[in-house]
Nanobody
Framework: EQLVESGGGLVQAGDSLRLSCTAS????????MAWFRQAPGKDREFTAA????????YYADSVKGRFTISRDNAKNTAYLQMNSLTPEDTAVYYC????????????????????WGQGTQVTVSS
């Protein structure tokens, strides 16, 4: 499975962005999808995840209420709608895919995910 992210950019605090992650290789509707982010000098951190069916979503506390993850299985694409952005959201955002249910059962563990995109930079200025 190959994942390609898009939609990053430079915005001001309070603005919105929508990231997209398009998959190729088949079987998209069997994969749990997630977004992680990594700020300079920090570890990669879980941001949001969605089950293969789209019926369950999960969020980091830091983005809950501001970010929304969704998927369109017909388009082989997952999305991350980011509202009310702050400078603390500045990071490289990566999408990831894991077949079925992640083995740890938490959706938040990076080693559970088998496929990763190349990342897209999001920069929020104050």
């Amino acid at each position: 499975e190959q994942l390609v992210e898009s939609g990053g950019g430079l915005v001001q605090a309070g603005d919105s962005l929508r990231l997209s992650c398009t998959a190729s290789g088949g079987g998209f509707n069997t994969y749990a999808m997630a977004w992680f982010r990594q700020a300079p000098g920090k570890d990669r951190e879980f941001t949001a995840a969605i089950s293969w069916s789209g019926s369950s979503t999960y969020y980091a506390d830091s983005v809950k209420g501001r970010f929304t993850i969704s998927r369109d299985n017909a388009k082989n694409t997952a999305y991350l709608q980011m509202n009310s952005l702050t400078p603390e959201d500045t990071a490289v955002y990566y999408c990831a895919a894991d077949y079925g249910v992640p083995s740890s059962g938490t959706y938040t563990n990076p080693p559970d995910y088998d496929y990763w995109g190349q990342g897209t930079q999001v920069t929020v200025s104050s």
